[in-house]
């Protein structure tokens, strides 16, 4: 089993930023790739970012690419995706979710993804 906990959501103006972390606990991180996902008001949850458990390539959604960093931190007893968000824009604002594949390679596919955060929240206001 891997725990993941997300946290840094919060309320932003657009243009602005926020940096989002994703705690993982349980099982040998650098195993796992790991993904950002997002769900808005009403709409289905879609993928933003994904990262291979070494952490040496990463593959983004063309809504978040240049402006959305995802990246991670291996290193004993961090254990922690991050996902730094600049320029938020309106239509940014949503659920955010972290979630756990047990293979390393990256998968933009939530359906392929193991484990789930409970979700932090983030508004971009205007």
């Known amino acids: 089993q891997v725990q993941l906990v997300e946290s840094g959501g919060g309320l932003v103006q657009a243009g602005g930023s926020l940096r989002l972390s994703c705690a993982a606990s349980?099982?040998?991180?650098?195993?796992?790739?790991m993904g950002w996902f997002r769900q808005a008001p009403g709409k289905e949850r879609e993928f933003v970012a994904t990262i291979t458990g070494s952490g040496d390539a990463r593959y983004y959604a063309d809504s978040v690419k240049a402006r959305f960093t995802i990246s991670r931190d291996n290193a004993k007893n961090t254990d922690t995706l991050y996902l730094q968000m600049n320029r938020l824009k309106a239509k940014d604002k949503a659920i955010y979710y972290c979630?756990?594949?047990?293979?390393?390679?990256?998968?933009?596919?939530?359906?392929?993804?193991?484990?789930w955060g409970q979700g932090t929240q983030v508004t971009v206001t205007t």
């Open positions: 349980g099982r040998t991180f650098s195993n796992y790739a």
């Open positions: 979630a756990a594949q047990a293979v390393a390679v990256m998968g933009e596919l939530g359906s392929s993804y193991d484990y």
